[in-house]
Each structure stands twice: as structure tokens, then as C-alpha cells.
């Protein structure tokens, strides 16, 4: 046979293989294909083209496990703001102003535009740009004040003591967001990071895991070196966030080349050992407490166990949520849309895994951080319903008074808040002991 036409031959082969193994690519992708154009041209139910792909890629990925899924073009830009703990905005409180069903400041944050203007505390804000809110909820209000970077918003202002309501011009800027929290707030409004009545203990709430959140901590724990005998993080409700930041933050609490975390993959194999790589940030000899609850998990169940796991940290409060897989965030349509899969799982560095799906435990009380023995603090719906909103309307005070303390001596919400009071009776015995063995 000529040499040209065994080329030729070989050359057909290629292409068909090519086309067969394109063919089995997608066969299941043309079906899904089909079947949406069948839907959207025969359905009594009308859904755009968008929303049968959004329900399509939700149900493939919801069906893997309950922490993957699929982040539509409409929620990426929320989901991007969280982690990278920023908005274009003016920045300030908002509320519903029930007396007159309009839109009320809470508070400016210090150092924002909304701030510079002078905007005010309880100033009742009748228009946003020219769209009344008369009736609206405040997150269409924020709606309505979002918008592009160096752009302006003029609010219509009501405000006790001027005769007549008066427009206020607010150049939009991006408006960082904080993930750590104090115990009360300075004249200058950044947070105090000691609790107001002990000031010899440290306190931070972690809210998230963000972009900044070990910078931002690195700095609230440099400040306390040297001026606090105790610290205390608080990881309650804290849903997680970015896994490299909750290993950066393991690291700022113990030694150089500790275990903090180990990822494993589907078949069981070690991909990576995360250890400690820096000094620590916060003075070893200081004792520590984290306080968790159930809704502590992923990120949080991270620092948790690690601190526990190497007698860094007592761990107060309830048992927390039990996530112990990790989701890789992985791009779409052009970095417009996400999907987040779970790929591994991470363990402590016990060996642990803390997962409640991927255990399969017979004893579900096995998943999650427990507390530290003798430091569970079991609380009813009602109790901890009542600590939450008693810490809300603490901060909110806090915020529209620009007090640096609340009255002296009033105590009432630590009587309340019985997991923080647990740690703080904690860290006062073992700063007495240490008081003691000094002298």
C-alpha cells in the first residue's frame, strides 16, 4: 500500500478518536442541553435560560455533599465582598425607623465618607436619591446607597433640632469590614480589645475568616502584649472563611514547626501538613480561652481544636458544628459565577476528623470540638437567644452613644452571657494563682 495512503489512514484514525473521546465528553452535557430547551419551550412553568442552568449546576453539586455548590452571577458579588471583607458604599448603620417608616442612622462608621459628611446618629434619611423610603426595608436601602466607586449619593436628612429636612452629598469609596470585634469602643471609635470590667483580660470576636482577618488580629494582639493576663477569642457564630488565614491565625498562638492541620483527598492520602512557621504574636505564658458554639464551624473548628489539641487554649461552650471538609473555590463564565467543590478533608492535629458526614459516626456526639473537660456550658434556645441579644444591644448602644464604657458597674451582661462568664472566672483563677506563685 503506498506510504500516502497509510498516512491518510492514520490520519482518519486520529480524528475519529479525537471525536469519539469529545463525543463521550459531552454526551451527558448535549442531553442536559436538550432537555432545558425542551423545558423552557414546553413547561407550564417559564424560567430563563439563566435559571435553568443556575438550578441545573445547584443540583449537581448539592447532590455531592452539603458544602459544595454553585454560586450564581447575581450572588458572586455579595459572596466576593464577604471574603474580601469590602463594599463601594458610604458606611454607616442603618435601621428601620418604626415611628415613621423611614430609614434611620444608627451610626456613621468612623473614618467613612458617610462619617466625613456628617451624617449623625438618629438622622431619619427621607430620600436616596430621590427615591423616598417611605416603607422601604433597609436592605433595599442599602440598594438604593451602593453603587460605583467616586460616584455621588445625596441623602434627604431629617434631624432633630434643624427646622426643615436637608440634602447631604456622600462621595461613594470602598468601606473595609471589620472581621474582629472588641468589648467596647475608644473615643476615636476603633475597638477596645480588654474587657470593660477586667481590663487585665484580653477580648476579641472573630466573625469571619476573611482576607484581613490575621492582619487585623496580628495587630489586636501586638497591643495587648504586655497589658493583659489573659485572653479570650471568641468564635462563637462564626461560620469560617478562608482556610489560610485560619492556619495564619493557629500560627500567631503556638510555636514554630507545630502541627496545625493536615488535608487529605478522596483516597485517603496526606496532600499536604500545615505547621506553624513564626513567633508567636501573643506572650506564651498568657493563658487562653476560645468559646465556641454549635454554630462555630469549618475555620473556626480549625483554630479550635489546634489550640486545644496542643494545651494552648481552653476551649468554653458547646459542642461546635462539625465541618471538617474543605471547598475550593473554582471560577466560571470568566470569573463571573463560582463553584465551590469539596476536594479533601482536613484533620486535627490528633488525627481527628471532625466531619459529620464524612465520619459516619455511630455516635454523633463525636463530631465537631468539644469543649474542654469541665468547660461545657449547656444553654436553652431561650438562653442563647437572650446572649445574643443582649450583646447586640450592648454594640448598638456602644455605637449611638460614642461611649468608650457603659455605666460603671453595670455587670448584668455577663450574668447573662454564662459561657463568657465561665471563661473569664477561668483566666481570674489562673491569673490569681500566677499572682500568688509570684509573690
Not at 428601620?96 to 438622622?123: F, H, M, W
Not at 436628612?157 to 474582629?180: H, T, Y
Request: glycine share 8%.
Amino acid at each position: 500500500m503506498p506510504i500516502r495512503n497509510l498516512i491518510f489512514i492514520g490520519m482518519a484514525i486520529v480524528v475519529s478518536l479525537c471525536c469519539y473521546s469529545i463525543a463521550e465528553k459531552n454526551r451527558y452535557a448535549s442531553i442536559l442541553s436538550e432537555a432545558m430547551q425542551i423545558v423552557r419551550e414546553e413547561s407550564l412553568v417559564t424560567r430563563s435560560e439563566r435559571e435553568l442552568f443556575n438550578a441545573a449546576m445547584e443540583g449537581m453539586l448539592g447532590s455531592l455533599d452539603p458544602n459544595s455548590g454553585f454560586i450564581s452571577q447575581s450572588e458572586y458579588k455579595s459572596f466576593d465582598e464577604d471574603l474580601n471583607q469590602e463594599f463601594v458604599g458610604v458606611g454607616m448603620e442603618l435601621e428601620r425607623d418604626e415611628e415613621n417608616k423611614c430609614i434611620r442612622v444608627v451610626s456613621p462608621i468612623p473614618g467613612t465618607p458617610a462619617y466625613r459628611a456628617g451624617l449623625q446618629v438618629a438622622d431619619v434619611i427621607l430620600e436616596i436619591d430621590g427615591n423616598s423610603t417611605a416603607g422601604i426595608s433597609r436592605t433595599d436601602a442599602v440598594k438604593l446607597i451602593r453603587g460605583p466607586k467616586g460616584e455621588t449619593v445625596v441623602f434627604l436628612v431629617e434631624r432633630k433640632g434643624r427646622e426643615a429636612p436637608f440634602n447631604i452629598s456622600v462621595l461613594r469609596d470602598a468601606i473595609p469590614v471589620p472581621s474582629i470585634y472588641g468589648d467596647t469602643r475608644n473615643e476615636d471609635g476603633s475597638w477596645n480589645f480588654v474587657l470593660s470590667e477586667n481590663e487585665r483580660i484580653g477580648y476579641i470576636r472573630l466573625l469571619q475568616f476573611g482576607k484581613r482577618s490575621t492582619e487585623e488580629l496580628r495587630e489586636a494582639l501586638r497591643s495587648l502584649n504586655g497589658k493583659v493576663d489573659g485572653f479570650i477569642l471568641d468564635l462563637r457564630f462564626n461560620p469560617g472563611g478562608l482556610l489560610d488565614a485560619a492556619i495564619d491565625i493557629s500560627d500567631m498562638f503556638i510555636g514554630r514547626e507545630v502541627l496545625i492541620v493536615q488535608t487529605k483527598e478522596r483516597d485517603g492520602n496526606v496532600v499536604s501538613r500545615r505547621y506553624a512557621t513564626s513567633e508567636t504574636d501573643l506572650d506564651p505564658r498568657i493563658p487562653v480561652v476560645v468559646i465556641v458554639n454549635e454554630f462555630s464551624a469549618s475555620a473556626s473548628e480549625i483554630v479550635a481544636a489546634c489550640l486545644q489539641d496542643h494545651d494552648r487554649a481552653v476551649v468554653v461552650g458547646e459542642q461546635t458544628w462539625g465541618k471538617g471538609t474543605v471547598q475550593d473555590l473554582i471560577t466560571l463564565e470568566k470569573d463571573r459565577s463560582v463553584m465551590r467543590l469539596t476536594t479533601a478533608s482536613y484533620w486535627r492535629p490528633s488525627g481527628q476528623n471532625i466531619d459529620r458526614t464524612v465520619l459516619q459516626l455511630d455516635d454523633p456526639s463525636q463530631y465537631g470540638v468539644k469543649p474542654s473537660e469541665g468547660f461545657e456550658v449547656e444553654l436553652t434556645e431561650e438562653q442563647a437567644n437572650s446572649i445574643g441579644r443582649a450583646r447586640n444591644q450592648r454594640d448598638q448602644e456602644i455605637l449611638k452613644t460614642g461611649q468608650q464604657r457603659l455605666e460603671s458597674g453595670d455587670n448584668s451582661w455577663l450574668e447573662t452571657d454564662l459561657p463568657l462568664k465561665r471563661a473569664v472566672e477561668y483566666l481570674q483563677s489562673m491569673i490569681d494563682t500566677r499572682s500568688v506563685a509570684v509573690q
